[in-house]
C-alpha cells in the first residue's frame, strides 16, 4: 500500500507523458552525481589492481559506462521512491516529489542508460564486466530499492553489496576475470557500509520514520544501532588492512589503513558512548564525515601505489 494518496502523489508522479518542467540540472540530480562519483573511483581503483594495465581508451569507456550505470541505478531509485521522498526533508527537493517532473520520465531515463551503460561496457570491455554490471543495477534497484529498503532494518547492510560491486565491475573490465583483491575492495566497502550510513541514520531517524522505512535507529533502537555501529567499525579495521596484509597494495597503504582504522574504531566508540542531546548528533555527523574521508584515503593511497608501480614498470 502506498504511504501517500494519488492526490498528494501530485500531478507529475504518474506514468503520463505530459510536458516537464524539468532542466538539465534536474536530469543531473537523477543520476546522484555524489554516488556516481564513489563508483567511478572504487572501480578505477579496482581495474588498477588487475595483473596488466588496460588499454586507456577501453580504461576510459569502460569507467564511462560504470558511471552511466551508477547514474541509471541513481534514477530508477528515484523513480520507485518517490512516494517516500516527498515524506523525508533531506529528499523532498529532489525532481519527482518537487513537481519538476514525470515518474515516467525518470522510469525512461534510467531504462535506457541501463541498457546503454550495460552494451557499451560488454562490446567495449567483455561481457563479463557487463553481466556484473547488469547485477549491480538490478540489485540496488529491485534487491534494494524495492524489496529490502522498505521491509527490513538489515536493507544497508544486505543492500551495501551493490555500492560494493563498482571495483569487482572495474577488475573485471581490466582483466577479464576477477580474483581476491578485487574481492577484498568489496568486502571493504561492504563492512564500511552500515557504520558510515547508520551515523546518518541516527541524526535522521525522524526523516525515515515519517516516511515508513525501517531503518536500525527506528526498528531497533538508537542504542542497538550504535552498539551496531561500534561492532561494524571494530570489523572494518582489521578488513582494511587486509590488501596491506596480503601483499596488493604497499606499506604506505598498510600504515594509512591502520590509522584509519583506529580512527573509525575511536569514532564507532564515540558514537556508542554520547547517546544525549546535540553532542550525540554532533557526534554521530563526524563519525559519518570521517568515514567518507576514510573510504576516500584509503583507495586514493592505492590508486596513487598503483599507478606508480605502473608507470616505473613502463
Same mark, same amino acid.
Given at each position: ?172 573490465? =581490466? ?5 581476491? +583483491?578485487? #574481492?577484498? %575492495? *568489496? /568486502? $571493504?566497502?561492504? &563492512? ?91 557526534? =554521530? ?5 570521517? +568515514?567518507? #574521508?576514510? %573510504? *576516500? /584515503? $584509503?583507495?586514493? &593511497? ?13
Amino acid at each position: 500500500m502506498s504511504l501517500v494518496s494519488e492526490s498528494d502523489l501530485g500531478q507529475r508522479s504518474d506514468f503520463g507523458l505530459a510536458a516537464s518542467d524539468a532542466s538539465p540540472s534536474d536530469y543531473v540530480a537523477l543520476l546522484k552525481p555524489r554516488v556516481m562519483s564513489l563508483s567511478i573511483f572504487t572501480a578505477f581503483a579496482g581495474m588498477l589492481m588487475a595483473p596488466h594495465p588496460v588499454h586507456p581508451v577501453i580504461g576510459a569507456i569502460a569507467l564511462l559506462a560504470i558511471a552511466v550505470g551508477a547514474g541509471a541505478s541513481g534514477a530508477l531509485n528515484m523513480w520507485y521512491d518517490s512516494d517516500i521522498d516527498r515524506l523525508m526533508a533531506r529528499t523532498a527537493n529532489r525532481p519527482i516529489p518537487a513537481g519538476r517532473m514525470a515518474r515516467g520520465e525518470a522510469l525512461a531515463f534510467g531504462l535506457v542508460l541501463s541498457a546503454f551503460a550495460v552494451l557499451t561496457l560488454g562490446l567495449a570491455a567483455n561481457w563479463l564486466a557487463g553481466g556484473l554490471l547488469a547485477f549491480t543495477i538490478f540489485y540496488y534497484v529491485v534487491v534494494y530499492t524495492m524489496w529490502l529498503k522498505r521491509s527490513t532494518p538489515q536493507n544497508i547492510v544486505i543492500g551495501g553489496a551493490a555500492g560494493a560491486l563498482p571495483p569487482m565491475v572495474g577488475y573485471a573490465a =581490466a582483466a577479464g576475470s576477477l580474483d581476491l +583483491s578485487s #574481492l577484498l %575492495l *568489496f /568486502t $571493504l566497502i561492504f &563492512v564500511w557500509t552500515p557504520p558510515h550510513f547508520w551515523s546518518l541514520a541516527l541524526v535522521k531517524a525522524g526523516d525515515y520514520g515519517r516516511a515508513g522505512v525501517p531503518m536500525a535507529p527506528n526498528v531497533w533502537g538508537p542504542d542497538a544501532t550504535r552498539l551496531q555501529i561500534l561492532l561494524y567499525s571494530l570489523l572494518l579495521a582489521p578488513i582494511g588492512a587486509l590488501p596491506w596484509v596480503l601483499g596488493y597494495a604497499g606499506p604506505v597503504y598498510g600504515a594509512v589503513a591502520c590509522l584509519g582504522g583506529i580512527g573509525m574504531i575511536l569514532g564507532g566508540w564515540a558514537v556508542f558512548s554520547r547517546r544525549e542531546g546535540d553532542l550525540a548528533r554532533k557526534t =554521530a555527523m563526524r563519525n559519518f564525515g570521517f +568515514s567518507i #574521508l576514510y %573510504l *576516500f /584515503t $584509503l583507495f586514493a &593511497v592505492l590508486v596513487v601505489e598503483r599507478l606508480t608501480t605502473i608507470w616505473l614498470g613502463a
